[in-house]
C-alpha cells in the first residue's frame, strides 16, 4: 500500500500543481473533474447506506458551484446555493412518488459539500497572487496529511477520534499541525508574509484539513465503508485523498480575501 501510495503521489502532485500554474481552462476542468468524481462517491456511499441521492442534484448541482465561481466569484457561493436548493425541492415536487424529503436533504448537502466547498480552489486561485496562495495552501495540506500518517503509524498512541476513525492519533495530528506550519512558514517567508498574518494560517489549515479528514470518515462510517473509493492507488477514492482540501479551501479563500488583500 505504501509503494502505491508514493507512486500515485509522484504523478498526482506534480500534474496538480502543473494545473494550478496554468490557471484557466486546464485548472477549472481539473477542479470540475474532481467534483464529478466526488459527487459519484458520494453518491455511492450513501446508497450504500439505503439513501438515494438525487444524481441530478448533486452533479449539476456541484458543477454549478464552479460555473459561478467562474463568472461571479465574488457571490458565487450564495448565487449556487440558491439554485440548488430550488433544483433539489423542484426535483422533489416533480418526483414526489419516488424521493422523500431525506433523499433531497442528502442531496442538496451532497453538492454544496462535494461542488460549493472545492469550489473555492478556483476562487482563490483567481485571487491576486491567487496561484501562490493556492500553492501555500496544497504544500500544507499534503505535507501535514504526510506527518500524520507516517508519525500515526510509527508512534501513534493515544485515539484523536475512536468513534470516528479509530486509527488516527493524537501524535499524528500534533504531527500533521507542526508539519502544515512549517509548510506555510516556508511558502510564506518566500513570498514575504509577514509573521502575523502566515503564523495564524499556518495553525488553520492543517486543523481544519485535519477536521475535513475527520468530516470524511464521518461519513464512511455512516455509510459502512473503509474507502470512498478505489480511484486512487494507496489512497483509495477521490473524495479520501481531498477530503481535507474540502474545508481549507474556503478558510484560505476568505483568510486571504479578509486579512491580507482586504
Request: charged fraction near 10%; avoid cysteine; glycine fraction near 12%.
Amino acid at each position: 500500500m505504501l509503494r502505491w501510495r508514493v507512486l500515485s503521489a509522484l504523478v498526482g502532485i506534480p500534474f496538480f500543481l502543473w494545473a494550478v500554474y496554468q490557471g484557466g481552462p486546464v485548472y477549472i476542468f481539473l477542479v470540475g473533474t474532481l467534483i464529478l468524481l466526488i459527487e459519484l462517491e458520494f453518491y455511492s456511499m450513501m446508497r450504500i447506506r439505503g439513501i438515494i441521492v438525487d444524481r441530478v442534484v448533486a452533479i449539476g448541482g456541484g458543477l454549478l458551484f464552479l460555473v459561478a465561481a467562474v463568472f461571479v466569484p465574488r457571490f458565487f457561493f450564495g448565487v449556487a446555493a440558491f439554485g440548488v436548493l430550488i433544483l433539489a425541492l423542484g426535483r422533489q415536487i416533480t418526483r414526489a412518488s419516488t424521493y422523500d424529503v431525506i433523499h433531497t436533504v442528502m442531496s442538496f448537502f451532497a453538492a454544496v459539500y462535494g461542488g460549493g466547498l472545492i469550489s473555492h480552489l478556483v476562487v482563490l486561485r483567481q485571487l491576486p497572487d491567487g496561484q501562490w496562495y493556492t500553492f501555500l495552501l496544497l504544500a500544507s495540506i499534503w505535507v501535514s496529511d504526510s506527518a500524520a500518517y507516517f508519525v500515526g503509524v510509527k508512534l501513534g498512541r493515544h485515539p484523536l477520534s475512536p468513534e470516528v476513525s479509530p486509527n488516527k492519533t493524537l501524535e499524528g495530528a500534533a504531527a500533521g499541525l507542526a508539519a502544515g506550519l512549517v509548510a506555510v512558514g516556508v511558502l510564506a517567508s518566500w513570498m514575504r508574509l509577514p509573521l502575523k498574518l502566515w503564523f495564524p494560517l499556518g495553525l488553520l489549515i492543517p486543523t481544519v484539513g485535519q477536521f475535513g479528514d475527520l468530516v470524511e470518515s464521518l461519513l464512511k462510517r455512516y455509510a459502512g465503508v473503509k474507502d470512498s473509493g478505489s480511484l486512487i492507488p494507496g489512497h483509495g477514492g477521490v473524495l479520501d485523498r481531498f477530503d481535507a482540501l474540502l474545508f481549507a479551501a474556503p478558510l484560505v479563500y476568505y483568510y486571504v480575501a479578509v486579512f491580507i488583500i482586504g
